[in-house]
């Protein structure tokens, strides 16, 4: 059955703080599913922690202890979390046409001996867009030369996915989208629509269910990709056309749908090739879309109301988006949407150490009007 987008309403006061950056609180909001939002959320201080970045995609906590940022032009950032000052510590060759460029990142889990940066980009190959996902060393200052672990995955001017995590089980995870060429994401030996799985060598993994790379399959443009904390289940996030965006739980061998199926089975063709394909239906969709991005578990203290939820951030929608599952984990109960428009286009989500969340905007994206301070990393804590 379709679901409509929650009713949410949040009240948000603005102040001026040092050095001219604006400090925006939560006051109260309106949780889809009933119920009060407790004290510990209705003041929760928004703040810019880094500004004048272009296009942040991802954002990682790195092995050292800082924040890694991919720009979608091609540099690596890493930012030292006492001063807030980004450092450039590698610049790759991409081609940034509409979302295309430097995406994804991740490391490889024994960073101490083995410092693998992961890295997923799109490049020009004659007159075609193309992706690849590649390793590179990191000596303490800088990024190495690249070594190409999958290379020619279909890339086009939209929908190159691209959002990677490393799993419980120490492989390496990758969404590619469809390249423009929904045909493709239907296609196990293909590698657009997909959820790959790899070694972190580059090879596909052990137990993958096709004996190739792919994972899972059906999908469309899925920008968001986390483990959850305690159960060690797979999530993501995956725009729609118009209509359906998705939040997906990612299963072995399973078909999300696209393009026979936008959101759930809820039409006679849809139910007929869901039930033939054993489609797999989301935990929630969003129509009208919302444009749903990146995507982290909070799994603290700092915020109480919050903990369990899944945050995601949405670009056309200009909001973070917190997500109750239920306790298995196969259904959402309850939406809340937070900062609606305050701060424009919203990238990426990750959570802090300490339970800080932070938030990354992408209004040099050419889908914006940035502001005098985009692109910003945003920092949220009571």
């Known amino acids: 059955m379709l679901r409509s987008a929650p009713r949410v309403v949040a009240l948000l006061a603005s102040t001026a703080v040092g050095a001219g950056l604006a400090t925006h609180v939560l006051l109260a909001c309106d949780i889809d599913g009933g119920g009060a939002t407790t004290p510990a959320d209705r003041e929760l201080r928004v703040e810019t922690f880094s500004s004048g970045l272009d296009t942040p995609w991802d954002l990682a906590w790195g092995p050292d202890g800082r924040m890694w940022v991919t720009e979608r032009g091609g540099r690596v950032l890493r930012i030292d979390m006492e001063t807030a000052r980004p450092e450039e510590v590698g610049r790759i060759d991409?081609?940034?046409?509409?979302?295309?460029?430097?995406m994804g990142i991740a490391f490889h889990p024994d960073f101490d001996r083995e410092p693998w940066v992961y890295l997923a980009y799109s490049y020009r190959r004659g007159d075609a867009i193309e992706n690849r996902l590649v390793r590179m060393r990191f000596d303490g200052t800088r990024l190495g030369d690249e070594e190409i672990l999958i290379d020619r995955i279909p890339g086009a001017r939209i929908h190159d996915g691209a959002r990677l995590a490393v799993g419980p089980d120490r492989m390496l995870y990758m969404t590619t989208g469809d390249a423009a060429r929904p045909a493709l994401a239907q296609d196990p030996n293909s590698l657009a629509g997909k959820v790959l799985r790899l070694t972190l060598e580059g090879r596909p993994a052990p137990g993958n269910p096709f004996g190739n790379f792919t994972w899972s399959l059906g999908h469309r443009n899925p920008q968001g990709l986390v483990f959850h904390p305690e159960t060690g289940e797979l999530y993501s996030t995956e725009h729609g056309p118009n209509d359906n965006d998705e939040i997906n739980r990612?299963?072995?061998?399973r078909n999300y749908g696209w393009p026979e199926v936008r959101g759930f089975c809820d039409d006679a063709g849809e139910r007929a090739f869901c039930r033939e394909h054993d489609v797999v239906e989301p935990l929630e969709a969003f129509t009208?879309?919302?444009a749903v991005a990146g995507a982290d578990f909070y799994d603290h203290d700092l915020i109480p109301g919050w903990k369990g939820s899944l945050l995601f951030t949405s670009l056309r929608g200009a909001t973070l988006f917190r997500l109750e599952l239920s306790p298995d984990g196969r259904s959402a109960e309850r939406t809340e949407r937070l900062f609606q428009g305050e701060f424009g286009r919203l990238r990426?989500?990750?959570?802090?150490?300490?339970?800080?969340?932070y938030v990354a905007t992408s209004n040099r994206d050419g889908r914006a009007r940035p502001a005098a301070q985009d692109d910003r990393i945003l920092?949220?804590?009571p």
């Open 288 to 290: 009208p879309t919302v």
């Open 348 to 357: 990426d989500v990750l959570v802090g150490p300490d339970g800080s969340v």
């Open 379 to 381: 920092r949220i804590r």
């Open 250 to 253: 990612i299963e072995r061998g």
């Open 94 to 102: 991409v081609v940034e046409v509409s979302e295309s460029g430097l």
